[in-house]
């Protein structure tokens, strides 16, 4: 796939073993320019290699729970580009002790916390990027099947991710007028910084490689694959889906 000349805005890139950073590798292979951001100091550590290997142009701190830092994003994007051909959001949390408690224990503050971070996000980015959207341009977030069914372990990221799935549907009718699609995939549990407080993922993989119609588990790279195909010209008719990339499971009854 040449995505030559192409300019990709990649969010949530944490460490080697994030899904952003398998997509952001998968689209620098493919010839796109990178542009990444970090939240804080602390990550910027982890960030900063990452972005030397992929040949990143571009990397900026960004809080994307402050607006102002948000501005300051889309600010320097304008400064070095015209455009964004492809905006990249895998970015997800909620504080560890709101998940490990009986859903209906949740705080009010919890719940504020992970949809701000979880799903706002999103709409706040693209809000602020969206004079540098232009038609053909595509949106791409990371979703998980505990948005439509109950996974005890996720707990409030399940709500979370159930209104994101909506958020994409909605992003795509009032940005499909300009042009820009918006999609989501819906990853199977795969082992990464923001799951490891999630309890109980290698007994989930475990029941996937003895239910998925696949009898296995997916890999960081399968996603990326599937994320280049959303975002490329390749699914150009195609807007406001959740294309689930979990080895089948999520067809199965039990």
Do not use: W
């Amino acid at each position: 796939m040449n995505m030559k000349g192409k300019t990709a805005l990649v969010l949530g890139v944490a460490n080697q073993r994030s899904i952003a950073y398998s997509i952001a590798k998968a689209l620098s292979s493919a010839g796109a320019e990178l542009v990444l951001s970090y939240a804080n100091a602390t990550l910027a550590k982890r960030v900063e290699p990452i972005a030397l290997e992929l040949g990143a142009k571009l990397i900026v701190e960004c809080d994307l729970a402050d607006d102002a830092a948000i501005q300051k994003l889309g600010a320097k994007i304008r400064e070095h580009y015209d455009c964004l051909d492809y905006v990249v959001h895998s970015v997800a949390y909620a504080p560890v002790e709101e998940m490990n408690k009986p859903f209906h224990h949740l705080s009010r503050q919890g719940f504020g916390i992970a949809l701000d971070i979880s799903v706002y996000t999103l709409i706040a980015v693209l809000k602020e990027v969206e004079s540098l959207l232009k038609p053909g341009s595509s949106v791409l977030t990371l979703s998980y099947y505990g948005a439509q069914k109950v996974v005890p372990s996720y707990g409030v990221m399940g709500v979370a991710k159930a209104a994101l799935e909506a958020s994409v549907r909605y992003l795509a009718y009032s940005l499909g007028e300009r042009g820009v699609r918006v999609n989501a995939i819906s990853a199977g549990p795969l082992r990464t910084l923001s799951t490891a407080s999630i309890s109980g993922i290698s007994e989930m993989q475990k029941q996937i490689e003895k239910s998925a119609p696949l009898r296995r588990n997916i890999n960081h790279e399968e996603v990326a694959k599937s994320a280049l195909y959303l975002l490329s010209d390749y699914s150009s008719g195609v807007s406001g889906e959740v294309v689930f990339v979990d080895a089948g499971m999520n067809i199965m009854a039990y």
